[in-house]
């Protein structure tokens, strides 16, 4: 079945050459034009067929509007404006879709629902409402959308910033149908010419996994059957709260501001240490600490990081072997997980993690090792360019000085095709009181974890470091301390 799947997907794919090379040439912006007018007529048919599902989904809008005030609902990708008569009536709704040609169509339908009060209509991608203020809606609406965005983490972290705590994102989406099915068959056939006729509409698209990881405090998901044509029959519709805020935010940063400010003074002993050098003494100690916690940490992590370099062994060379480098090896934690027969080269800034490393080296014989290279991740110049099939940094991107920069001289030294694997603790949500303290302590955490950041949102470097593809998903670690419980894991290729 999928060798048949195969082919004739490329028949689909050589017959859409011609739709390839308009799109090439800039010439698919006249279909945009006519995009909407296409829509406008098929969605009159979608809203009379999902009528009753799109009534239960927004049955319970108003529960989500803030005292004092109307209820604010934002629409990304609003097309034509067909859920305006599923809205509550004097709620104040905000439009956004990156396609202005849909305004003609969008005004008509304000026309038709005056019992609504319109805002504006922003003419923007859903991974770039900037004109949107941070935590200024009470409701997000998204339907038949996410299948078409280009970065969908990237959209749901702006619904994340957009909506006020306490806040609800709403969604009616096609996904991809089960793989056992006919459905799943055409689905993958077909999405090469679908893809034009729905202007960037992906129907192989497995949305619920982001929707579960991207981080809100309760996910209401079903898996529904449409009564639509079978490429779009499978759907998932549902809601996700925002976890409210525990403090009121004045209050809340007022608050974090002078406990850092305390924090910071208990810490000024340290600090006075540091300038003075006497701190390289705790260089000395720092491996035995990290040595010790790690047994703990990759106990409580096993399940993640197993999962994490399952597919290590894919990006071996032609020869089939594989040379893997570590950035900020520290006390070799992460050999284990490793393939039977690749060469380990391990790099750390900290010379007195040697003793360590070594113990963790005659502990896993099935690897074989190369120099250990005593070198910040920033400078790694005696690494050759393009040396290596794989990165691997864990828990290191919080301590480098310039996580940038360590970017570039991992994309330096990985070869074309190679990958670069990495499992962070990064930034709460601004909402959790996991992000107050992650703030108030960081003075004392940078000491204790020798120069470790709990505040930096390191995906963001990860999505502009210009590698060919991103494969990531925040996740909360099991059991660690609240300080690094949120994670980002996944890999990146060259």
């Not at 005030?69 to 034509?80: D, N, S, W």
């Not at 305006?84 to 990156?98: A, L």
């Not at 629902?113 to 319109?118: A, D, F, G, H, V």
């Not at 900020?328 to 003793?355: M, Q, R």
Request: glycine share 6%.
């Amino acid at each position: 079945m999928a060798f048949l799947q195969a082919c004739c997907t490329l028949v689909v794919n050589v017959l859409c050459l011609p739709l390839h090379l308009i799109q090439a040439a800039g010439l698919y912006e006249i279909y945009k034009r006519v995009f909407p007018m296409c829509l406008y007529r098929c969605s009159l048919l979608y809203n009379k067929k999902m009528y009753d599902k799109k009534k239960e989904l927004f049955r319970n809008l108003s529960e989500f509007n803030k005292p004092g005030g109307p209820l604010t609902i934002l629409e990304i990708g609003c097309g034509t404006g067909t859920n305006f008569e599923f809205y509550p009536p004097g709620c104040k709704v905000i439009c956004t879709d990156p396609n202005p040609h849909f305004q003609k169509y969008l005004e008509k339908n304000m026309g038709e629902n005056n019992q609504l009060s319109y805002e504006k209509f922003v003419v923007s991608s859903g991974e770039d409402m900037r004109s949107v203020e941070s935590e200024s809606v009470d409701v997000v609406v998204c339907t038949l959308v996410l299948c078409t965005v280009n970065n969908i983490p990237e959209t749901l972290r702006e619904v994340r910033r957009i909506l006020r705590p306490g806040g609800a994102f709403f969604f009616m989406e096609h996904v991809v149908a089960d793989p056992s099915t006919w459905s799943y068959f055409f689905q993958h056939v077909l999405q090469p010419f679908w893809y034009y006729f729905g202007d960037g509409c992906e129907v192989i698209r497995e949305t619920w996994k982001y929707l579960e990881a991207a981080g809100f405090s309760e996910l209401k998901l079903r898996h529904i059957e449409a009564p639509l044509v079978f490429l779009i029959k499978p759907h998932i519709v549902g809601y996700m709260p925002l976890e409210r805020l525990w403090l009121p935010h004045r209050m809340k940063s007022c608050l974090m501001k002078l406990c850092r400010l305390l924090c910071l003074m208990l810490t000024l002993p340290l600090y006075l240490m540091e300038i003075t050098g006497l701190f390289g003494m705790y260089k000395r100690l720092f491996p035995l600490l990290a040595y010790n916690i790690t047994f703990s940490y990759n106990d409580k992590m096993h399940e993640t990081k197993r999962d994490l370099f399952r597919n290590v062994g894919k990006f071996a060379n032609s020869d089939g072997a594989l040379c893997l480098l570590e950035v900020g090896c520290g006390s070799g934690a992460n050999f284990k997980f490793y393939p039977c027969g690749c060469t380990v080269v391990c790099t750390d800034p900290n010379p007195h993690f040697e003793k360590y490393l070594r113990m963790s080296m005659d502990a896993n014989t099935h690897l074989t090792y190369g120099t250990f290279l005593v070198v910040s991740g920033e400078d790694m110049a005696e690494v050759e360019d393009e040396s290596v099939d794989v990165v691997v940094c864990t828990l290191v991107l919080c301590s480098v000085a310039n996580v940038q920069r360590v970017l570039r001289e991992v994309r330096r030294i990985l070869r074309t095709g190679g990958a670069f694997y990495f499992l962070e603790h990064v930034v709460s949500d601004p909402s959790t009181c996991t992000y107050f303290l992650q703030h108030v302590f960081e003075p004392l955490w940078y000491y204790l974890g020798d120069g470790c950041m709990t505040t930096r949102a390191t995906w963001k470097d990860l999505e502009a470091a210009g590698f060919s593809e991103l494969h990531l998903k925040h996740v909360e670690a099991p059991e660690v301390t609240r300080m690094i419980r949120p994670h980002i894991m996944g890999y990146s290729i060259k």
